[in-house]
């Protein structure tokens, strides 16, 4: 029998070795090839520990697959290779390269069974996947990958830091459920929420994945957060503080995303949103919660990636991004299909039955329900409302419909359907999300515990169909308060973008006066060095008032040699000459 491989490796080799491929035809088939490869890998595994070294006095367990990892690397690899087919046309190596060492670093943290191969690939997540924003080579998308790496970069620091203090207090390198309120924890899980976009620290997200490239933002609203998912499932399931926390972060998520203007910013925040339910999932820690934390992630990779396809294609398209800037020109007529599978992903994410995010949320409201948290379960079906007016009502008709916001709305694009690898990634993701809705025993079978929950009784696809009705009545009574505006919205971001500016100020002004110190503290030391080598010409200066120092001359002060010990050293050499001469 063949030992399997290291999904990981499969990703990360085949992104060295894509630059070396000539012809494009044979890098497209190993972009291809590569998860499918990986997934056939994971497949072949059994629940175990695999890859296994040892390290000083450390064991390193480089695959842990359980229930756990297996469910999130299944999701992961095959949206690998969906966001691959959708990217298939784009001609960058760089580009697929960065995806490719992205999905890969996903999976490492995925199965990792240690903290350091954890951390070790908890970083390269963030430096490759940094390079789907850059590719987009504009300005805003150089400093909105910096801002990103930063932010990330000290994310990993807190996680190391927490990473030291809990292995040099247990000795021990293995990952699994952490004891809340430690300080090691504190800072681990400070690590996670980064990843997470837990709200204050949330901002790098709706900065950033707009900014990504077309494709780039699809392979990051799959991995980066929903790993983070994943880890916080791993280690702080039942914390308490995730359940107010996801439910803020729900809450936040689509306040913004109803007054967001920007197509992509908006999906942005709603994947703050539907990532709080994940995290109110954790918190609550019971098996159908935390079943219901890894089936929405599951269902929302699929859901949300099909938006930023069909958003991304028209900012592939048009070149344009802003409702403002989209509506009236009648996208609809030139991008249907996209409209189309734009609405498989609005359906899904909105919960309606028969796709799969009502699958999951069904499950999740139920745990709530269960532990009798009624706040919670209020807020979260309000922003399940919410999800329903931004996503299937006000994007959609603000970018492929809509009125004209001016004159000249019409001009400037000749809009035109996708190319074929787009559409067919839509459509296979597309396809996805309505069989896990119609057969939810598909998802149910790969969930970490064993699920006794019907999504589908009379009483629940009733209920929400009901209040999606009455969202839609709502929405067409109020639709002129939904209008998109063409402001931009200020999130936390303006903290550290202006507090960024003003530091930096601070630092040259700093900078400034340390030079003036500087150079007031050299002329004090060349004042006291010109006083101690000509005192009198010191005294001098300052008793007459004049205060300056003159340039120092060691032969001011002394005296010509006179003529009289001229002759008397000359007579005393040639006698002293004469003596030592008669004395030899």
Not at 40 to 69: C, E, I, N
Not at 461 to 489: C, E, F, Q, S
Not at 520 to 526: E, K, M
Request: aromatic fraction near 12%; include cysteine.
């Amino acid at each position: 029998m063949i030992n399997p491989v290291h999904p990981s490796l499969i990703f990360i080799l085949a992104a060295l070795a894509l630059p070396l491929l000539r012809a494009r035809i044979l890098k497209q088939a190993l972009l291809l090839a590569v998860p499918l490869i990986a997934l056939a890998d994971l497949m072949s595994l059994t629940p175990g520990q695999y890859w296994t070294y040892r390290f000083m006095t450390y064991d390193l367990v480089l695959g842990r697959v359980d229930s756990l990892s297996i469910c999130f690397a299944y999701v992961f690899v095959v949206m690998a290779f969906l966001g691959t087919v959708y990217a298939l046309h784009v001609k960058e190596d760089g580009q697929h390269a960065a995806a490719l060492l992205y999905a890969g670093g996903t999976l490492g943290v995925t199965l990792a069974g240690d903290f350091f191969t954890l951390f070790a690939f908890w970083e390269l997540m963030a430096l490759s996947s940094v390079f789907l924003i850059w590719y987009r080579k504009s300005r805003q998308a150089l400093a909105a990958g910096f801002r990103y790496l930063l932010i990330h970069l000290f994310g990993g620091a807190l996680l190391l830091a927490g990473i030291v203090m809990e292995v040099g207090g247990t000795g021990s390198l293995a990952f699994g459920t952490l004891q809340t309120g430690t300080a090691s924890s504190t800072l681990m899980l400070l690590g996670f929420m980064i990843n997470g976009a837990v709200p204050p620290l949330h901002a790098w997200l709706s900065d950033a994945y707009p900014e990504a490239t077309v494709t780039g933002t699809v392979f990051l609203s799959a991995f980066t957060t929903k790993s983070a998912v994943y880890v916080l499932l791993r280690a702080f399931p039942g914390s308490e503080l995730l359940i107010w926390l996801g439910t803020i972060m729900a809450l936040y998520g689509i306040v913004y995303a109803m007054i967001e203007n920007d197509i992509r910013r908006l999906l942005s925040y709603h994947i703050i949103s539907q990532v709080g339910f994940m995290i109110c999932g954790v918190g609550l820690g019971t098996e159908l919660a935390m079943n219901g934390s890894a089936a929405h992630a599951f269902c929302n990779i699929f859901c949300k990636s099909l938006l930023f396809m069909a958003t991304g294609g028209v900012l592939y398209v048009t070149g344009k991004s802003r409702m403002t800037d989209l509506q009236g020109r009648d996208l609809y007529r030139s991008m249907p299909l996209c409209l189309l599978f734009y609405y498989v992903g609005a359906f899904s994410i909105s919960a309606v039955p028969l796709f799969n995010c009502f699958v999951s949320k069904r499950m999740l409201m139920h745990a709530v329900a269960e532990i009798h948290l009624p706040a919670v379960y209020l807020l979260l079906n309000l922003v399940s409302i919410g999800t329903f007016l931004s996503i299937s009502l006000k994007l959609p008709l603000g970018t492929w419909f809509g009125s004209a916001s001016r004159p000249d709305a019409h001009g400037g694009i000749k809009a035109h359907e996708l190319p074929v690898n787009m559409l067919v990634a839509m459509g296979m993701t597309g396809f996805i999300c309505v069989l896990i809705g119609v057969y939810p025993k598909v998802l149910q079978a790969i969930l970490p515990f064993p699920v006794d929950f019907q999504p589908y009784n009379y009483y629940s696809v009733m209920t929400w169909t009901h209040v999606l009705m009455a969202a839609l009545l709502g929405y067409v009574l109020m639709r002129r308060l939904a209008k998109p505006d063409a402001k931009i919205n200020l999130d936390l971001d303006w903290f550290y973008r202006r507090g960024a500016a003003h530091f930096m100020k601070g630092c040259y002004y700093l900078a400034g006066r340390r030079n003036d110190l500087q150079g007031a503290a050299g002329r004090v030391v060349a004042a006291a060095q010109w006083a101690c080598k000509n005192p009198m010409a010191a005294l001098s200066s300052f008793s007459s008032g004049r205060g300056t120092m003159e340039r120092y001359d060691p032969d001011a002060g002394r005296q010509a040699i006179g003529l009289g010990v001229l002759y008397f050293l000359f007579i005393f050499s040639l006698l002293l000459t004469i003596f030592l001469l008669s004395a030899g």
